[in-house]
């Protein structure tokens, strides 16, 4: 008897779970082209968004795309098994550094990259190396840990394919990623 009143209880159950919903026709939405409206001006600070990669205008964000401009450079190259900075590359990571201290809401990513000779997990040990490198001169000359990620491929990802030292003088290197 009581599996019988179970089995009740349970279809009664299932057909009050089954009610149908009703649907709720919406009203059709409007899309606003606001690209040439005043709206277009409004930042990241007045809507709340968190955005990386962006300035809060101090500077110009088009300096990062002036040819002319030191900010333009944006890999550094090492020399093999090593993560010393060579002095060619002084400027750029100072405009870099000055331009992240300009900027407190910028953030980078510096990608540490090696050549395919050496074992996977040295590879990484040393483009982490090599990004470090890069971060600890940055932070040095002005900008803040906070802005700056670091990030190691290793020999994951060559610049250039091949296994001439052609090939790997162009894969040892550390991209500076807005």
């Known amino acids: 008897m009581s599996i019988r009143l179970l089995l009740v209880l349970s ?3 299932l057909l009050f779970g089954c009610e149908s919903a009703q649907v709720k026709e919406e009203e059709p939405v409007t899309v606003e082209d606001l690209s040439t409206s005043s709206a277009s001006t409004e930042t990241t ?30 890999i ?4 093999y098994n090593s993560n010393e900075i060579s002095s060619e ?7 870099h550094a000055a331009y992240l201290s ?6 980078i990513t510096l990608e540490g990259h090696a050549d395919e000779r050496g074992s996977r997990e040295y590879n990484l040990a040393l483009g982490e190396s090599r990004a470090l490198a890069v971060k600890q001169q940055m932070l040095i ?3 803040s840990s906070g802005q700056i990620r670091l990030v190691s491929y290793g020999e994951e990802r060559p610049a250039i394919e091949g ?3 052609a090939a790997w003088q162009q894969n040892r290197r550390v991209e500076i990623l807005y």
């Open 163 to 165: 296994h001439d030292e």
């Open 45 to 74: 600070e007045d809507s709340g968004a968190q955005t990386y990669g962006t300035d809060d205008g101090s500077t110009s964000i088009y300096a990062l795309d002036d040819p002319q401009s030191p900010l333009s450079v944006r």
């Open 76 to 79: 550094i190259y090492f020399e």
């Open 11 to 13: 279809l009664a159950g």
């Open 89 to 95: 590359y002084r400027s750029t990571i100072e405009a």
């Open 102 to 107: 300009q900027n407190p809401s910028t953030t």
């Open 141 to 143: 000359l002005g900008a």
